[in-house]
């Protein structure tokens, strides 16, 4: 599940790049799309904001996510698959 989720980030991150010549750090996802790219609940995002797992900026109610801490954060917890 986590491979699915990083191989969208890489496609959604290349289309940006493609369509918008944007780099990861400025590509912002708001909370809706976080949570629907992450298949995570509105809690599961409080608690990862609250317990500084993932950065994030706030504009008045409205809050944001770079593509580029969505894609550390799945890299800061990849497990590579054991050999046999």
């Known amino acids: 599940m986590l491979e699915k989720i990083h191989s969208r980030i890489s496609e959604l991150a290349l289309n940006v790049k493609t369509k918008q010549h944007l780099e990861p750090e400025d590509v912002f996802f708001d909370s809706q799309e976080f949570m629907l790219l992450m298949n995570i ?37 990849y497990n590579i698959k054991k050999e046999q």
Not at 53 to 69: A, E, H, M, T
């Open 41 to 77: 609940s509105k809690r599961t995002a409080q608690q990862w904001r609250d317990n500084k797992v993932i950065g994030f900026s706030q504009i008045g109610n409205k809050i944001y996510y770079r593509l580029c801490d969505i894609q550390e954060l799945l890299k800061e917890n």
